[in-house]
């Protein structure tokens, strides 16, 4: 380690080259050199991967390496140089080391602590002082990174596309729609050998302990899809819960075939059935709501010993043998004079509160109208007679609720709802058995979700009861 450095630009150039070493390695590319009256004295690159050591840092494999060279802990009179502005970490090693001077080249702007997201140098209380530059060849140091995370997204996209190819039938909503979701911080999770879906990919949410003592299984309705869960999940997964949130077929990130008759009332049925079983599901709160509960009340009948609870917000059971609301014929209706509806706009109809951005995230599944089949039709899967697809086993489900049903009960009313009005909710209070009388929202809509944290808050203590988590019979 003899080679001489004259300049900020000559040192930052062998830091270049430790980062194209850890580029090379699979490292994130950082690399970093520390330099003593103009000679090289250590180098250091990213290593926390292959050394299995959160602290490998370049930075910090730099200093380690120059405090063996000199005996000595304290660096003073070095200066190091580094390719990515500092984190927290590093910044406080290299104060630590007494370092004279800190180069570097791009700015961190979500972890930098010399200056972006915070600035531990410029502390005047602490006991050394450290002179910090940045900025030289940032540039190319910049441009090192982006073309590492370019590599690495496009690599990762090959390498889901090969696991769930997309069918010839079907389109799927390109990842980029859901870069910046706000309130919507998890990862995605993908099923496609499903024996139903028969290659379709299948996006679903699943945070918290696998082995927790409760799992809330949330089923969203049309047109919304995960995203209306996000003020609720994170209340279930604070009490230490799982929580399972799919994308029906169609919605979402899931994929959406592009032709009308591909949903059908029972096959959507039989996927949430499969999901549940091959994630096999236990002492869960069903959480429903619109097409989430004409299809999710179907559900644990057919499998009783799965279900503890329910938490049934505006939904219905589509029996086929009574007359559907006038709102949701007015609703169907729309739907088929107006195919083209902006669902963000739908939902900011009811819930005035939600931001552009957040409008903008319940749009993001559908870029065109090739991608809106399930949107056309699901308003006409919704059963209306007892002939209809799908009504002989909503029959069978009230059967259940009526008179098999042994789990706790709790529904939330949106007051506002100009589709599903108080009194289908009341009218399907009556048919599910020991279901007490139901918290009315007064300023909720149809989207009870968007109302969802003290909602969700509700629910933890009420199935908090001595015998929450007892499964049905």
């Not at 927290?88 to 700015?107: K, W």
């Not at 709160?285 to 503890?308: K, N, S, Y």
């Not at 107006?338 to 552009?356: D, E, F, I, Q, T």
């Not at 090739?370 to 006409?380: I, K, M, N, S, T």
Request: with cysteine.
């Amino acid at each position: 380690m003899t080679a001489a450095v004259s300049s900020d630009e000559e040192g930052m150039r062998l830091a270049l080259a430790e980062a194209r070493a850890a580029g090379d390695a699979g490292e994130v590319p950082v690399g970093a050199v520390v330099v003593k009256d103009g000679q090289v004295i250590a180098t250091g690159r990213n290593a926390p991967v292959q050394a299995k050591d959160p602290t490998a840092h370049a930075e910090i494999v730099a200093l380690r390496a120059a405090a063996q060279r000199l005996g000595n802990y304290r660096l003073d009179g070095c200066t190091l140089y580094v390719t990515l502005e500092p984190c927290a970490m590093c910044s406080g090693a290299m104060l630590h080391s007494r370092l004279a001077r800190v180069v570097y080249g791009a700015t961190e702007p979500r972890t930098g602590a010399a200056g972006s997201v915070l600035d531990l140098f410029a502390h005047a209380a602490i006991n050394h002082q450290t002179a910090v530059q940045g900025g030289v060849l940032a540039g190319e140091c910049s441009a090192l990174l982006t073309t590492f995370f370019g590599e690495r997204r496009r690599e990762q996209r090959a390498d889901a596309f090969a696991r769930h190819p997309l069918r010839d039938d079907a389109l799927r909503t390109p990842d980029t729609a859901f870069a910046h979701l706000p309130g919507y911080p998890w990862a995605p999770r993908y099923v496609s050998d499903l024996p139903s879906l028969a290659g379709l990919r299948m996006h679903y949410l699943d945070e918290g302990p696998v082995d927790a003592p409760r799992t809330w299984l949330c089923l969203h309705g049309n047109p919304a899809w995960s995203y209306l869960y996000r003020h609720m999940l994170p209340v279930f997964l604070a009490a230490g819960d799982r929580v399972v949130a799919p994308d029906l077929i169609g919605f979402g990130r899931s994929d959406k075939p592009k032709k009308e008759p591909a949903h059908q009332f029972e096959w959507h049925r039989q996927v949430l059935l499969e999901l549940i079983e091959r994630l096999d599901l236990r002492n869960v709160v069903l959480v429903v709501q619109d097409w989430g509960g004409i299809l999710g009340l179907t559900l644990p009948m057919a499998c009783p010993e799965r279900f503890a609870a329910l938490l049934v917000m505006n939904t219905l059971l589509a029996t086929g043998d009574a007359p559907l609301p006038a709102g949701f014929v007015d609703w169907r209706a729309m739907c088929r004079d107006k195919p083209l509806y902006g669902v963000g706009r739908l939902l900011l109809r009811g819930n005035p509160h939600l931001s552009a951005a957040e409008c903008a995230a319940y749009d993001a599944p559908f870029p065109d109208k090739g991608y809106r089949a399930a949107l056309r039709a699901f308003p006409e899967r919704v059963p209306a007679s007892v002939d209809a697809p799908g009504a002989a086993l909503s029959r069978q489900a009230r059967d259940f609720w009526q008179h098999r049903w042994q789990g706790q009960s709790l529904m939330v009313i949106g007051a506002r709802d100009p589709v599903l009005g108080p009194a289908t909710m009341h009218e399907l209070q009556r048919h599910i058995r020991g279901c007490s009388a139901p918290t009315v929202l007064p300023d909720a809509g149809h989207f009870v979700q968007e109302h969802g944290a003290p909602v969700a808050r509700l629910a933890v203590e009420y199935f908090s009861f001595p015998d929450a988590g007892r499964p049905s019979g």
